[in-house]
Nanobody, 113 residues
Framework: VQLVESGGGLVQPGGSLRLSCAAS????????MRWYRQVPGKERELVAS????????NYADSVKGRFTTSRDNAKNTVYLQMNSLKPEDTAVYYC???????WGRGTQVTVSS
């Protein structure tokens, strides 16, 4: 199983970023996926999840209405669209395969003026 996140970077408050997670080594369309984030010294926080077919999504209260997760099973990729970013969204963002226990290496998102 391999997961590779991309799309992170430095953005000003109120800005947007789109994260991608390219998956390989397993039948991507059979598994739900999750996005987590982690700040140094704190536990990893669940941000969003999406069902295997993409019809069901769930979000942490802290990002509801600002973040949207989606997936393209033909491309074995899951996305996290992040709008109206806040400084408190600064973290390393990881994708995760539910039921496989596999993590990507993460991508840094920094929200700062």
């Amino acid at each position: 199983v391999q997961l590779v996140e991309s799309g992170g970077g430095l953005v000003q408050p109120g800005g947007s970023l789109r994260l991608s997670c390219a998956a390989s080594g397993f039948t991507f369309s059979s598994y739900s996926m999750r996005w987590y984030r982690q700040v140094p010294g704190k536990e990893r926080e669940l941000v969003a999840s999406i069902s295997s077919g993409g019809s069901r999504t769930n979000y942490a209260d802290s990002v509801k209405g600002r973040f949207t997760t989606s997936r393209d099973n033909a491309k074995n990729t899951v996305y996290l669209q992040m709008n109206s970013l806040k400084p408190e969204d600064t973290a390393v963002y990881y994708c995760y395969v539910v039921g496989r226990g596999s993590w990507g290496r993460g991508t840094q998102v920094t929200v700062s003026s």
